[in-house]
């Protein structure tokens, strides 16, 4: 598998997870909530549906959510980080360098 398979696979694990947060945040039931995820994880392939952040940020608003820009792009970050340590890799690749710089920034 080459890098750019990993990093795909890595991006879109990470919008099925940030799907079931914001689905939970809008009150979706079981069955709707993996229907959203999907269409959020399935979005990382079309290049006009990529921006989840966007996607998000409407939804919250069209359905009166109040969560912040910035906690929305946090609990990205911290999702990419669980994102990439449940994908197989091996030590010192790029993914596993981004993780720790991201864990870093976090951190501080």
């Known amino acids: 598998m080459d890098r750019f398979d990993d990093e795909l696979k890595t991006t879109i ?25 999907q269409t959020l994880a399935m979005g990382t392939l ?37 994102a990439s340590s449940q994908m197989p890799r091996k030590p010192g690749d790029a993914v596993d360098g981004a993780a720790l710089m991201l864990a870093r920034k976090l951190s501080s």
Do not use: C, P, T
Not at 47 to 76: N, P, T, Y
């Open 46 to 82: 079309d290049a006009e549906q990529s921006d989840v952040f966007r996607k998000i940020r409407k939804d919250f608003d069209v359905a009166g959510v109040v969560q912040s820009d910035e906690d929305i792009l946090r609990v990205m970050s911290e999702l990419m980080l669980k």
């Open 13 to 37: 694990r990470h919008n099925k997870l940030l799907g079931m947060w914001a689905a939970e945040k809008l009150g979706l039931g079981r069955e709707q909530a993996e229907d959203y995820s």
